[in-house]
Structure formats: C-alpha cells, structure tokens
C-alpha cells in the first residue's frame, strides 16, 4: 500500500505565503504524474496544478504567477509554494499521483487546510 501525506498548511493573512508538502511512502516502484488538488467549502474539488516525472508543470489560471509545484524524486516527495496569497485560496488542499506499485494506481492523500484571513 502506498500512502500521501500532506503537511504545511495553516493560517495565513492575505498577500502571505505557505509551502505545502506530500511525501508518498510504501511500495513504490516509480511515481508518475503528481498534482495538487483543492477544495473550498460549498465547491467541488478543482485541479490546481500537475507535475510530470520530467517535471513539466501546468497550473490553473486563478494561481499562475503566484504558486510553484516542484517534485523531488529522490525524497518520493511534491511541493506548492504558494505566495501572494488571497481569500479566494482558502480550502481543503490535496496531493494525488499516479504510483506504479503493484500496477500503476490513483492515490490521494488525507488533505491539509489552508485558511487565508485576516
């Protein structure tokens, strides 16, 4: 079984910044793509932004410019520097990638809050 878990996020005033983490652990043979997802209360889940193995990246159009995804392969872990922060980033936050272990598999992990406010 493989496991993502989140770390980093919290309370932030408006134009601050926060790094979140998701490190993979278990049977790993090799990560592909990995993303970032969020969830904002009352709103479905969206995509924020990916990263491939080669790291080539894509970001939603509500955070270009102001957050960076980075993967280190050697620590099974991704990153998203998120500055500038606003009001609008205020959400659950979730890591995903697809992890070939037994076969190439879809996992998520438990979430971490962001919360942007003043």
């Keep these: ?52 193995i080669g790291g080539s990246t894509n970001y939603a159009d509500s955070v270009k410019g102001r957050f960076t995804i980075s993967r280190d392969n050697n620590k099974n872990t991704m990153y998203l ?16 990638a697809k992890v070939r272990d037994w076969g190439w598999n879809d996992y998520w992990g438990q979430g971490t809050q962001v919360t942007v406010s003043s």
């Design 1 to 52: 079984q493989v496991q993502l878990v989140e770390s980093g996020g919290g309370l932030v005033q408006p134009g601050g910044s926060l790094r979140l983490s998701c490190a993979a652990s278990g049977r790993i043979v090799s990560i592909g793509d990995m993303d970032w997802y969020r969830q904002a209360p009352g709103s479905q889940r969206e995509l924020v932004a990916t990263i491939t």
């Design 81 to 96: 520097q998120m500055n500038s922060l606003n009001a609008e980033d205020t959400a659950d936050y979730y890591c995903h």
